[in-house]
């Protein structure tokens, strides 16, 4: 059967970044600002100090710091572009997919399909996904597909099997998340959490890719399970429901600790029995690159995973430094610590979250 192989990865990473101290100096003067005027009930302070210990969270990236810090606006400031400018979207996602083509050797012309995989789109249509294949000249279609934080990993599978399949031979998978702009900034419970990046994956036939490094995916396996722990209640019905005033709910929403609660079983569940059917045991990882949302989460997964404490290094955590990214976490973490593993190395992505949704790939990699 043919295989489908990950030839190369690119991660774009904005120049602005907020530290925990800046975020809850912020945050607290917003909290005295309103309490001033009467806030009722009053916003209790956030600590810098429950934000590392609850999170791992140290810092994140964002693609407007000014916007975010300001207490009288606490939202990026992104300009609207006009209808003949590449959408922000569009625009991360081409600086991470030519990063990409370029450890893949290859052409954007030798692309026959192009997704583009994230928890939120800038517009309706048309599809940022065709915009992108517009701007690099890559061939074929192109499409956007939506799965919240599992959508890079949704977004493989999809390609995977159409290489699989044989209706395409490489494919470009790029995860652009804006997430700052659909944090609520000014809610103690979850301002601190998300960042912005922009992944991108090349996929190619395996034996297109024989003369490279590659991953070879041997198996994807993807799940879904309804909740409302993740939500937000935005759409294109808003304006129908007369209710296009500031309102919580139209933002990222979630019940965190029962998030965290519901959401370790399934995926430590998933994780094995992905592992159990592909025939692979917990002593055949080298790696695991987990989606990246909360530091003890990571390591419950991975001890569950790997039936023992991981060694330094063996499940590498990124969101000290980016937050969480939604789809993009784990292929930031994937792209950035490949250190050390050659040929026969195995690994696994994997993401959850909102949906729910659970994603994992199961890679190895061949020398050329
Ligand atoms: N600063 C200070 N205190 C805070 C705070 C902040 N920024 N945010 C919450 N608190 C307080 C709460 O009010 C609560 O106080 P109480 O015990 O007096 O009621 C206490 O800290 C614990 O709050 P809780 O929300 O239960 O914290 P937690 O330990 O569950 O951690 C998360 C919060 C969000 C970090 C954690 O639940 C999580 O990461 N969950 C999984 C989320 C996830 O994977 N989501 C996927 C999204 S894509």
Known sequence: MTRAAIT?????????????????????????RRNAEGADPPVPHSSAEFITKASGIERRYVLDKSGVLDPDRMYPKLPERADDQPSLMAEMAVDAATAALSQAGVGASQIDAVICAASNHERAYPAI????????????????MNVACSSATFGIQAAADMIRAGSIRKALIVNPEICSAHLEWRDRDCHFIFGDVCTAVVLEREEDAAQKPRWTIDSTRCATQFSNNIRNNDGFLRRTRDAMEDRRDMQFVQEGRKVFKEVLPLVSNHIASHMADAGWQADDLDRVWLHQANKSMNDFIGRKVLGREPEPGEQPNILQDYANTSSAGSIIAFSKYQDGLGDGARGIICSFGAGYSVGSVLVERRAP
């Not at 190369?8 to 005295?32: K, Q, W």
């Not at 996904?129 to 956007?144: K, S, V, Y």
């Open 8 to 32: 190369g990865t690119g991660v774009f990473t904005p120049r602005e970044s907020i530290t925990n101290d800046e975020l809850v100096a912020a945050f607290n003067a917003y909290a005295d």
């Open 129 to 144: 996904a065709i915009e992108i294949q517009q701007l690099m000249g890559t061939q074929g279609f192109a499409f956007d």
